[in-house]
Every structure is written in C-alpha cells, then in structure tokens.
C-alpha cells in the first residue's frame, strides 16, 4: 500500500533551518505532484508548497523568499528546505501525494520555531 513518511522536524530557533523530508513508497511516485500542508491546533490545514511530476514548484505567499521544495524521484523523496524560521512556522508538516483525484497524505512531523 502506498506509505508517505515524514521526517526531519524538530525544534528550532528563530531564523535557523530545516529540511523536511517524504519518503514515499507503493506509488509511482514520479508520476504524482507533492505538496506539503502544515497545520496548526484549532485551525485549517494550509498549504506550503508544491512541486507536479513536471518539476513545476508553487509556495505560498508565507513561504516564498525562505522555503524552497524539492524532488528526487529516484529516491522517491519530496524535501521542504525551510530557512529563516519564524516562531509561526511551527506547526505539523504533512506531506501530500495527488494525481487526479486520487491524494494520499503522511502522517505529520512536528515542527517548533522558539528560543
């Protein structure tokens, strides 16, 4: 069955960075776009990032100028490099494989933005 794994959150202070990391298995995967969401308590999931099979990338506003996605698709693997960290960055990052109307999600890494 198809698996998203998540991997590379942790704590961090203001203006530090991450790479966030999804290793997907029982897809195709370079044929799926990826996106990653984050998702804080009591609100909406949001989006971040997305890169389409065509390498085509798309941030949000919140995220452009700091944080770059990525792909390698012969390691089946999504990256979220996060760089000037905010304290409202910290959320849980979810990772996002769709291809029509078929999505498949992970199951989170927590990131925390403090000093």
């Known amino acids: 069955q198809v698996q998203l794994v998540e991997s590379g959150g942790g704590l961090v202070q203001p203006g530090g960075s991450l790479r966030l990391s999804c290793a997907a298995s029982?897809?195709?995967?370079?044929?799926?776009?990826m996106r990653w969401y984050r998702q804080t308590p009591g609100k909406q999931r949001e989006f971040v990032a997305l890169i389409n099979s065509a390498t085509y990338t798309q941030l949000a506003d919140s995220a452009k100028g700091r944080f770059t996605i990525s792909r390698d698709n012969p390691k089946n693997t999504v990256y979220l490099q996060m760089n000037s960290l905010k304290p409202e960055d910290t959320a849980v990052y979810y990772c996002n494989a769709f291809r029509g109307p078929t999505q498949y999600w992970g199951q989170g890494t927590q990131v925390t933005v403090s000093s």
């Open positions: 029982g897809m195709m995967f370079s044929s799926y776009g």
